[in-house]
């Protein structure tokens, strides 16, 4: 499921200055229900709406249909479908506090298994830099004692198809050059 950019900004504007019910509203969003409704009852808002029609995530007639029909859903316009599509084929863009620590680990991993991938491609794929991606190489890291290998696509550190894509592409540099 898809939903908006800024959820809870756009529910805010949503509540403010339409005649949606929360279930609308909160289907719509991503959110629960009651999470609406308390957003609704907040007398202080820390948060700013945010106009989904200027963003052009909304049409205002599907607004309108949905103010006159309960039963009707507001619907996210293709476009940022798309967008969203695109950002999750290139892969996990943040990397939880927990899983922080296990990047050394994920490193190891992809040199072991993709020696042919080049430190600048691992260190694109890790979010990492160069010269940590070498040291971890060449065994000379500081906590290289320290690292637990793990595969970074189970703890989700990398996609496995921005991976895969990655080592497509040495594969064929090294196969274009040899």
């Not at 949503?14 to 609308?24: D, G, P, V």
């Not at 991503?30 to 609406?36: A, D, I, P, R, T």
């Not at 607004?63 to 479908?81: G, H, P, Q, R």
């Not at 793990?150 to 040495?170: D, M, N, T």
Request: glycine share 6%; hydrophobic share 40%; charged share 25%.
């Amino acid at each position: 499921m898809n939903y908006p950019y800024m959820p809870k900004s756009t529910a805010l504007w949503l509540i403010e200055n339409t005649a949606l019910s929360f279930e609308q509203i909160a289907e719509f969003c991503g959110m629960h229900e009651l999470e609406v409704k308390a957003i609704a009852d907040s007398e202080k808002h820390k948060i700013q709406g945010l106009d989904p029609i200027i963003n052009g995530q909304l049409t205002r007639e599907n607004i309108a249909e949905c103010e006159a029909d309960e039963n009707a859903k507001l619907v996210l316009i293709d476009s940022i479908v798309a967008k969203q599509k695109e950002q999750n084929k290139k892969g996990v863009g943040y990397t939880p506090k927990l899983h922080r620590q296990n990047r050394l680990g994920g490193i190891l991993w992809i040199i072991r298994n993709y020696a042919e991938l080049t430190d600048g491609q691992i260190a694109r794929l890790m979010r990492s830099t160069n010269p940590t991606v070498a040291s971890v190489r060449n065994k000379t890291h500081k906590s290289y004692s320290n690292i637990n290998i793990a595969s970074p696509i189970v703890l989700g550190l990398v996609s496995e198809s921005a991976l895969q894509e990655a080592v497509a592409k040495a594969r064929r540099k090294t196969g274009a050059g040899g």
